[in-house]
């Protein structure tokens, strides 16, 4: 029942509400908006129980910083723009530890559990998609991600990622050229 | 949704002229979605919670320091203090060879006592 009325609260009330200490408000908005991050976390670092603690992090950030969001931009905007930095960090350091200590490829740094309520067709759609992202060089990934999963413009996908127009959208173009060579190899 | 399709979708959805929501509803359709598991907002709220707790501990640790040090460092005044007294009522002044507790010794003496001669 008090979720309910937090359901229908705008974000900017549970913005407010948040840094009154209000942690059911706080909750609120992490249910609006986990689906967002998933989309972000696990389309970038492959779909695993890793991925999720990147996702908590994600809102624990959030949390920690909701005094420096001035409204000028919407929350999953900046919620968004969190998720895409950590993530982008945790590919990093992926890479590093990997790059030290392990002679393994590239794919081998993420993981893909498929969850047991998806179907067979379901199952194999969401491994394509997967394989396929892990296979795109990080800075593609990225706007592949923006694009495919979370179904931004070229130009919301610009103002999230801090780039210049011009080079989204020629990301976007090389980004479409490696996913077709590499779907034809898949 | 064959799989030839769903390359095909994928490979649509980046063109740059076209609909991404489009996309993003053809994706959906064919299955492909992440989500958290259950509980993740809760997990959220509990760490946030223990953060909470770490960090209120942390606060305590300080202020506990902060008031060890400000005895240790008014001890350290005092004994600073009854040093220099001390030295004074001794020595008479508070020069460099007072401090090195040279001031009633003459130079040979001086010698005699580093070198044994």
């Known amino acids: ?186 | 949704m064959r799989i030839s399709e769903l390359k095909l979708l994928i490979i649509r959805s980046l063109d740059i002229d076209g609909d991404p929501e489009k996309g993003l509803r053809g994706l959906e359709e064919a299955g492909v979605d992440y989500r958290f598991s259950d509980g993740f907002r809760d997990k959220v709220l509990g760490r946030i919670a223990s953060a909470g707790n770490t960090v209120v501990r942390e606060m305590e640790s300080v202020r506990n320091l902060n008031n060890v040090f400000s005895r240790i460092a008014l001890t350290g005044v005092a004994a600073i203090v009854i040093l220099l007294i001390s030295i004074f009522m001794v020595q008479g002044s508070l020069s460099l060879d007072s401090f090195l507790g040279l001031g009633n010794s003459y130079d040979e003496s001086l010698v005699y006592l580093l070198t044994g001669n």
């Open chain 1, 1 to 186: 029942m008090i979720m309910e009325s937090y359901r229908q609260k705008s974000d900017a009330e549970l913005v407010k509400f948040s840094l009154e200490g209000d942690k059911q408000a706080f909750g609120e908005i992490v249910n609006r908006y986990q689906g967002m991050v998933a989309r972000t976390v696990k389309g970038m670092l492959g779909d695993s129980v890793f991925s999720e603690d990147i996702g908590q992090d994600v809102f624990i950030k959030l949390y920690y910083s909701l005094s420096d969001f001035r409204g000028e931009a919407k929350l999953s905007t900046y919620i968004q723009k969190i998720a895409v930095n950590l993530t982008l960090n945790e590919i990093k350091r992926r890479k590093r530890f990997f790059s030290t200590f392990s002679q393994k490829g590239n794919n081998e740094m993420y993981e893909f559990e498929v969850a047991d309520y998806d179907t067979e067709e379901k199952k194999e759609a969401r491994e394509l998609v997967g394989k396929a992202l892990m296979s795109l060089d990080p800075k593609f990934r990225v706007i592949v991600t923006m694009r495919m999963l979370q179904g931004y413009s070229t130009k919301e996908t610009a103002e999230i990622l801090d780039l210049p127009l011009g080079t989204v959208l020629s990301r976007l173009s090389r980004a479409q050229e490696q996913m077709k060579e590499i779907l034809g190899k898949l």
